[in-house]
């Protein structure tokens, strides 16, 4: 066992009525991580997604997560839609295998707006993108703490899908009836 979930834990005890600002990567995945943090900490949702293609899916997903922030009375933020600055982090990396090197700058610069976003009266800053069995939370976390480190604002590291974290948010979705995507968004 890695200890994320431990050490999230430890980290939010400690930060009792301070702010959170949670990346989301869609509602699925959201909903449980929100379960788990809502009576923990106070949280905004940030929805930063330029790598989802084509922009009718980052549409769809965008309104399904202001869908899952209504039903829990979570704030949400909408963060901007840059797909070219995702292309051009992407490109020469077009047929990199999923979880090399365009996910690994993927992921890095979604957490970096995430961190930038926080600066605004948040103090610290979460992804659900932990949560996925198909994606390296411990890769995940090294970024979100070399991030920490370049902006200042303290992130809290996690493997949401630990504890049934990915099973519960497949319940959830079913429970509120949440669209759950087939992909990434990436097109690649």
């Known amino acids: 066992m890695n200890g994320f979930y431990e050490q999230a834990v430890e980290m939010l005890e400690a930060a009792k009525g301070k702010k959170l600002l949670l990346h989301s990567c869609c509602a699925p995945c ?49 963060g901007e839609y840059d797909n070219d600055e995702y292309l051009r982090l992407a490109k020469g990396l077009e047929s990199a295998p999923e979880g090399g090197k365009r996910c690994e700058n993927c992921f890095y610069m979604r957490l970096k707006k995430t961190a930038e976003e926080a600066k605004n009266g948040f103090d610290m800053f979460c992804t659900t993108l932990t949560v996925s069995p198909h994606k390296n939370a411990a890769l995940i976390n090294e970024i979100g703490s070399a991030v920490a480190s370049e902006t200042g604002v303290t992130f809290l590291p996690s493997d949401f899908k630990k504890r049934n974290g990915y099973l519960r948010s497949i319940q959830l979705s079913k429970q509120y009836d949440l669209y759950r995507q087939d992909y990434c968004g990436c097109r690649f």
Do not use: A, Q, W
């Not at 980052?58 to 704030?75: A, D, M, T």
């Open 30 to 78: 959201s909903s449980s991580v929100l379960e788990f943090l809502l009576p923990r900490i106070d949280i905004t949702v940030y929805y930063y997604n330029p790598c989802i293609m084509p922009y009718e899916e980052y549409e769809h997903r965008l309104g399904e997560i202001r869908k899952l922030c209504g039903i829990l009375s979570v704030p949400l933020i909408e």
